[in-house]
């Protein structure tokens, strides 16, 4: 069993920053995971934000938030983060962190176009104000 636990979401105005947490826990026998974030604005459907294996240096990101966004996973403390730069407006939603332990691809664009991912943290809120 894996849990994900989110933090770092707020207010903010355009052009800031924020950086989402998500913290892995629970009992896995797994090193390597597709680690990905998602989010989910009011009356829109879920898109897949920016995703990575953590076994890898690699990321891939939707094109809204390429140049803008920076997914990055440390390993010794198990931690999934996501730094939000120029912020917009349109970035407001709520955002997940989700995994997947011991993919069967070890590519970053695998787990970008993964959707069943099993694990899902609780979720935090991003409100960008313009």
């Known amino acids: 069993q894996v849990q994900l636990v989110e933090s770092g979401g707020g207010s903010v105005q355009a052009g800031g920053s924020l950086r989402l947490s998500c913290a892995v826990g629970g009992r896995s026998y797994y090193t390597n995971y597709c680690m990905a974030w998602f989010r989910q604005a009011p009356g829109k459907e879920r898109e897949v934000v920016a995703a990575i294996y953590t076994r890898a240096d690699s990321a891939t990101y939707a094109d809204s938030v390429k140049g803008r966004f920076t997914i990055s996973h440390d390993n010794a403390k198990n931690t999934l983060y996501l730094q939000m730069n120029s912020l917009k407006p349109e970035d407001t939603a709520m955002y997940y962190c989700?995994?997947?332990?011991?993919?069967?691809?070890?590519?970053?664009?695998?787990?970008?176009?993964?959707?069943?991912?099993?694990?899902w943290g609780q979720g935090t809120q991003v409100t960008v104000s313009s």
């Open positions: 989700a995994a997947d332990p011991g993919p069967p691809q070890d590519r970053s664009a695998y787990c970008y176009t993964l959707q069943a991912y099993p694990y």
